[in-house]
């Protein structure tokens, strides 16, 4: 019991809050729940969760709120769950720092996958980073970010400056779905348009074809389409 991850289930119709905490508990976790915005906060801070589950439409506030709440100083998974299906309202929430988005309604397996996936990716950041010589390793995927050089099964994959700083990104924050506009401006610096996203699918195409990762059977790196891409183990 003591060593289950706490998610925090902000949910304001009793019926959904009731199926997630199910799909939760038989997924092994331990789950605390509340129904407005402003018993969020309150128990974000008694209980530090480990993950926070966030619907937007609650009755005291908009649960973008909480977001900001908990990013003003922590770097704690949220995992937005909405209705909204308008793609804008994504891109906000992930902007914003949202680690994930999940539409209503989802499958039990969709959810608790997302879950896994933020909740490593915290990991991820929390103890390795961008540590000099460190390596990032996912399934057959290799970096070595000392000499920035990338392997994919047991190959040395020759990509340029820009591939390479893509991918690297991606890894330092694997699991976490990086919009379009984050990944221009990291990379570029630019502002986000027709042409930089279409700068930014072209190098994509190609570091997907030097791994020889078909689009139609996508591996490490996943795209959502209109929002951005996400390096992950496959699900
Ligand atoms: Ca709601």
């Not at 509340?34 to 993950?51: G, K, R, V």
């Not at 990762?213 to 390096?231: A, D, F």
């Amino acid at each position: 019991m003591n060593n289950k991850y706490k998610i925090l289930v902000i949910e304001d119709e009793a019926n959904i809050r009731g199926l997630l905490t199910a799909m939760l508990e038989s997924g092994g976790f331990h789950v605390i729940q509340c129904d407005t915005c402003d018993s969020a906060i309150l128990l974000y801070e008694s209980y530090h969760p480990d993950l926070a589950l966030l619907d937007l439409g609650l009755p005291d506030a908009d649960g973008m709120r909480f977001l900001r709440y908990v990013r003003r100083n922590a770097l704690t998974p949220v995992v937005v769950v909405s209705a909204r299906t308008d793609e804008s309202d994504k891109i906000a929430a992930l902007d914003l720092g949202a680690n994930d988005y999940v539409t209503k309604p989802f499958s039990s397996g969709e959810l608790l996958a997302r879950i896994r996936a933020a909740l490593r990716s915290s990991r991820h950041c929390n103890e390795e980073g961008r540590l000099p010589g460190g390596k990032f390793i996912l399934e057959d995927f290799l970096i070595e970010y000392d000499s920035r050089r990338t392997y994919y099964l047991g190959q040395e994959i020759k990509l340029t400056q820009t591939e390479y700083n893509i991918v690297a990104f991606l890894s330092e924050h694997c699991g976490k779905l990086m919009t379009y506009a984050t990944l221009i401006k990291e990379i570029w610096g630019d502002r986000t348009d027709e042409n930089s996203i279409k700068k930014l699918q072209v190098n994509m195409a190609n570091i997907r074809r030097k791994l020889g990762i078909s689009p139609s059977e996508p591996k490490i790196i996943y795209n959502e389409l209109g929002v951005g891409y996400r390096m992950d183990h496959s699900i």
